[in-house]
């Protein structure tokens, strides 16, 4: 029995046809995109600053002192935290819901801020326990009240100037 023979003909003159690149099935995350230039806005920045100063206010802040100092550090900074996947994740363009995301986070951001006003004076009204420590976190706290409120402010600035209204409007 015979094998049979396979002929191959090579033309150079002729260009090689590039080859697709193999297509991508849809998978259930593949409208997640990671926004790390979000970080690199003053937006961003003060997300960034929030969360590392709550850091330290809820390392100091101890609950025997005040514990509304410490639930409001808390708090603020999960809620910080679930904003910074939002713009991470680009959770906004991602869904197609009517929300006013803007107007969400300038109430979310602006209750944070005058939580935080109120905690730190507790917090420097407070004798029991460690006094430095309290007076330390205290101090963090204003710090902290101060980036809430510039946020606030920034997106007070965004939501009058209507720039980014809906999800479903951009």
Known sequence: MMAPETVVTVDHNKPASPQAP???QNGALDWIKMNVE????????L????LVLGILCM???????????????VTAFITTLLWSFVY?????????LPINWVLSELISTGVETLFYFIAFIVMFTSVYGNYGRNVA???????????????S?????EHRSGSSTAAGAA
């Open 22 to 24: 193999p297509q991508q």
């Open 38 to 45: 979000y970080f690199k806005t003053p937006p961003g920045i």
């Open 47 to 50: 997300k960034i600053i929030q």
């Open 59 to 73: 390392a100091l802040g101890t609950p025997w002192a005040s514990t509304w100092f410490v639930f409001v550090a």
């Open 88 to 96: 991470f994740l680009s959770i906004r363009e991602a869904l197609k």
């Open 137 to 151: 976190a205290a101090v963090f706290g204003i710090f902290n009240t101060l980036a809430y409120a510039a946020s």
């Open 153 to 157: 402010y920034l997106l007070y600035q």
